[in-house]
């Protein structure tokens, strides 16, 4: 984790110092941050999208757990768990291993998350838990991301159905090659 991610833990301490002297949480945020004369706006963003990510899953507000999904929202790549665990040591000095895997664990269940077949997790783009989820990976540039196609999964569990039942919890994955990749292969 970076110095600046770092800075943004001890701002969420201190958010919730003072959250109740204002009438909004939203306010107590934005007020902490605008001290701050080494963050950016982007940066102020994500930290505010990190806390309201944690209201909206109604998990409790803890460090660990406000660090972790902060770090998922500026990174925007897969990660293992030692990964992880190596980012946050910069800011929280006494994470273990144990607990790291049972907020990620959390986070995957509730849909936050989605773990991948390599035991790496991403954060989910679009943030809904009830319904399947289909990830692209690209075999030449190694990137990732979300297909957001209703029509795409709805043809595959008609096409399917015959043969298996979809579990709608856990996400399918496919591989090929990317626009960007196939058009530099030909």
């Known amino acids: 984790m970076t110095q ?9 301490d201190l958010r919730n110092a003072i959250s109740d002297s204002f009438s ?12 701050s004369t080494r963050t950016s706006e982007a940066k102020i963003r994500n930290m505010m999208k990190a806390h309201d990510l944690l209201k909206r899953f109604q998990l409790k507000k803890t460090r660990i757990r406000f660090c972790l999904v902060l770090h998922f929202l500026e990174t925007q790549s897969p990660q293992s768990h030692q990964s992880v665990m190596e980012s946050l040591k ?4 006494s994470v273990d291993g ?4 049972r907020n990620l664990v959390r986070l995957v269940s509730l849909g936050l998350l989605h773990k991948l077949p390599d035991n790496q997790y991403i954060l989910c ?14 075999r030449s540039c190694d990137r990732l991301w979300e297909v957001h196609s209703k029509v795409t999964l709805d043809v595959l569990s008609k096409s399917m159905a015959h043969e ?3 579990d709608p919890t856990q996400p399918l ?5 990317c626009k960007e990749c196939t058009a530099k292969a030909d």
């Open 24 to 35: 909004r949480e939203g306010k107590c945020l934005d007020a902490v941050a605008a001290r």
């Open 164 to 166: 298996c039942e979809i």
């Open 4 to 12: 600046l991610q770092a800075n943004f833990c001890q701002v969420f």
């Open 90 to 93: 910069a800011s929280l000095a």
């Open 125 to 138: 783009s679009h943030l809904c838990s009830k319904k399947t989820h289909i990830i692209f990976s690209c």
């Open 98 to 101: 144990v607990t790291l895997y």
């Open 173 to 177: 994955f496919f591989q090929g090659l």
